[in-house]
């Protein structure tokens, strides 16, 4: 299993970011998908979620939406009306299990993370 996430960087308190995830083969059919932040010192933290058929999704937030596309080969994670605590790096990951949405501690494969930055 290969995750990269992408699109992170520094933004305005207000703006909107979408972040994506390139996952290598059927990993976002085969697996159970989520989106995870961690603030300097601080736990990492799940705040969207998306089951493999697509149909079940989680968001800690309504500012948070998490989708895929059609071919299942890119995951999104979209931020709106971004606040100065959203600052964090943020990764992707995918859970082997038959939990629809997954407990934290069921994610067992992890990218490398994208930081992002809110500040005036």
């Known amino acids: 299993v290969q995750l990269q996430a992408s699109g992170g960087g520094l933004v305005r308190p207000g703006d909107s970011l979408r972040l994506s995830c390139s996952a290598s083969?059927?990993?976002?059919?085969?697996?159970?998908m989520g989106w995870f932040r961690q603030a300097p010192g601080k736990g990492r933290k799940l705040i969207a979620a998306i089951s493999k058929n697509g149909i079940n999704t989680y968001h800690l937030q309504d500012r948070f939406t998490i989708s895929r596309d059609s071919a299942k080969t890119t995951l999104y994670l979209q931020m709106d009306n971004l606040e100065p605590d959203d600052s964090a790096k943020y990764y992707c990951?995918?859970?082997?299990?038959?939990?629809?949405?997954?407990?934290?501690?069921?994610?067992?494969?992890w990218g490398p993370g994208t930081l992002v930055t809110v500040s005036s």
């Open positions: 083969g059927r990993v976002l059919s085969t697996y159970q």
């Open positions: 990951a995918a859970a082997n299990t038959a939990r629809v949405i997954p407990e934290e501690e069921e994610f067992d494969y």
